[in-house]
């Protein structure tokens, strides 16, 4: 797998796409490039960039990482194409936006079933949704845990990192 | 599942004896067959990341270590390689090496860890002294090299803490030869034991497909025939040049079925594996400096400055490990830290594991992808600067003495009632 063939599938699957290539050199004696793509894929490209990722080789997705950014929430899909061979995985990085007025985005685990834990810890992190997803319980979280905490804006964790630094205090 | 009158549940967990950390199972039962499971994690979730949004990064790279005790130079590398990465720091060659053959120690002693564990949950506790007796070989030389049992604190930003010095190579290459001599005892007493075999052959199988529909990590994907091992297909540090390979049952001769005797085949093999890496890094690293920033308050003031993002990965003994910084100038803690432990991705692949087993094998298969706890089994004091070592017993008995103590001194709980 390379990081050219992984471009071609993305760019043919979501047209306009524009990835990012960040090589990483790698080693002492006899130093290589590890091939890694960062790509923002609007909210719509989202299940036709995965579909194209998994046609191209064995599919990993390591986690979804994600941060508040005022009146956005930004998710960065972590994959891994084409494991099997020895330096031939290609890191994909998939950067989706979403406006906190409509926190929707369709779900992957239809694709890849390995997605769900962690499509699982951003609903109960970030407050965002995912149609399709098989569950909706909560992973991490106590069930009746107020706010999200990734949310900079949430008046529930603001309580709670309050908390957290009084207690903190008195720790001291 | 099948709606029929006779299938019941029963919850597992949190705190169970067969399982040493909180997790909780709600197994659907019809007789003695397990018809489907609901899995909860979260009763040990500390809330770490959320903790680094208010320190900085030195701070923060103490924190990933106490993620988990095992894994303690695990975490710390991938941290330092994300950081690295986003500020755009080189780490010298020597301590490339260095950090391959720490963490190789680490996978040796978690795995005869795991092979313990197993060997109990089994009932066949003679095997779990023995493999916890041989064991403490590596644990001596993390602590000789590390001054640690566990939580070493030897990666930094820009290279490692400590340098493995002439005088402790010997001891590390007897180490090695001391394991060498001793696999095949190791694997006879698992592989080529017919008790074993009976209640690990064909028990808790996770399928190729599954596994990888499931995106399973380490020896849990590899038993299950996957070739998928982050030292081998994204390689980083000097293990691309070190030809890791990843290890699949078929290195035994065997087609891999998935079970939890694969599993059993894929850590005790790995273990060989990592005495060939840890040989290979001693006699191939070069000399030179451990670190690009012997200055801590340099290294500080420099990272507060850096903005970017990165990645950074690792095999640990259980699977991969990611994690994801976004550093912004000025700011000296991290914007985002996003840590992947390896059980979260494994834990979705219990449910087909557990499927149509019996309720006696849930303990042999919830520690089958790999449980891990922290050995507090003794601690060293240094008084008017003479060492000495406090053991278990002795600490059991300050403890005991402490709560007669302490309750000496409490007034009588009133019953109920008052004490009227």
């Known amino acids: 797998m390379t990081a050219d063939q992984v471009t071609r599938a993305l760019t043919a699957a979501v047209p306009g796409l524009q990835p990012e290539l960040r090589p990483r050199k790698v080693g002492v004696r006899s130093p290589v490039e590890v091939p890694e793509l960062w790509v923002e894929v609007p909210r719509e490209g989202l299940v036709p960039a995965v579909a194209a990722l998994k046609a191209e080789g064995p599919l990993h997705i390591s986690v979804i990482s994600g941060r508040d950014v005022g009146e956005k929430i930004e998710l960065l899909y972590h994959f891994a194409v084409g494991y099997g061979t020895p330096g031939g995985e290609v890191t994909v990085t998939l950067r989706v936006t979403v406006s906190k007025a409509d926190p929707v985005l369709p779900s992957i685990c239809g694709l890849l079933p390995g997605a769900e834990t962690t499509e699982r810890e951003k609903i109960e992190f970030l407050g965002v949704s995912f149609t399709g997803i098989p569950s909706t319980a909560h992973v991490f979280l106590p069930d009746d845990f107020p706010g999200h905490p990734w949310r900079k804006d949430d008046p529930e964790t603001a309580k709670l990192v309050n908390r957290l630094v009084e207690w903190e205090g008195k720790d001291a | ?420």
């Open chain 2, 1 to 420: 599942m099948p709606e029929t009158q006779n299938v019941y549940e029963i919850p597992i967990g949190p705190i169970h004896p067969a399982l040493k950390e909180p997790i909780r199972f709600t197994f659907q039962v019809e007789g003695e067959r397990i018809r489907g499971v609901d899995v909860r994690a979260g009763f040990a979730h500390r809330g770490i990341e959320f903790m680094a949004m208010k320190r900085n990064l030195i701070q923060t790279l103490y924190l990933s270590e106490r993620i988990c005790g095992i894994c303690s130079i695990s975490h710390p590398i991938a941290i330092t390689l994300a950081v690295e990465r986003a500020a755009g720091i080189e780490v010298p060659p020597r301590a490339q090496y260095l950090r391959v053959i720490f963490s190789e120690l680490e996978r040796i002693h978690s795995h005869l860890l795991w092979a313990g564990v197993a060997a109990h949950e089994l009932g066949f506790d003679t095997l779990l002294h023995l493999t916890w007796k041989v064991r403490e070989q590596v644990l001596d030389i993390l602590e000789e090299l590390s001054g640690n049992r566990i939580d070493y604190a030897i990666p930094i930003y820009g290279g490692v803490r400590r340098d493995i010095v002439p005088a402790q190579v010997p001891k590390v290459e007897a180490m090695v030869r001391y394991y060498r001599g001793l696999l095949d005892e190791l694997l006879d007493a698992f592989l080529r034991d017919p008790s074993v075999e009976a209640r690990t052959r064909d028990v808790g199988i996770l399928t190729a497909q599954e596994a990888d529909s499931l995106c399973a990590v380490g020896p849990t994907a590899r038993a299950s025939g996957l070739s998928k091992d982050v030292r081998q297909d994204r390689p980083y540090l000097v293990y691309g040049e070190l030809g890791v390979r990843a290890i699949t049952p078929r290195d035994w001769g065997l087609e891999p079925r998935g079970d939890v005797y694969d599993k059993a085949v894929v850590r005790l093999l790995e273990i060989g594996q990592s005495l060939d890496l840890i040989e290979k890094c001693l006699y191939e690293m070069p000399d030179g400096e451990i670190t690009s920033f012997p200055k801590i308050p340099a290294l500080l003031a420099y990272l507060k400055k850096a903005e970017g993002e990165g990645l950074g990965w690792h095999e640990a003994p259980r699977g991969e490990v990611i994690h994801y910084i976004r550093l912004e100038a000025g700011v000296e803690e991290p914007v985002v830290w996003k840590v992947k432990a390896p059980t979260y991705s494994n834990l979705m692949s219990w449910v087909p594991m557990f499927r149509d087993q019996e309720v006696a094998d849930i303990p042999i298969i919830a520690a089958s992808i790999d449980p891990c706890m922290c050995c507090m089994d003794r601690v060293h004091v240094v008084r008017d600067g003479s060492p000495g070592t406090v053991l278990k017993e002795e600490l059991l008995r300050l403890s005991r003495a402490k709560t007669e103590r302490v309750t000496r001194h409490l007034s009588p709980v009133p019953r109920h009632g008052g004490a009227a």
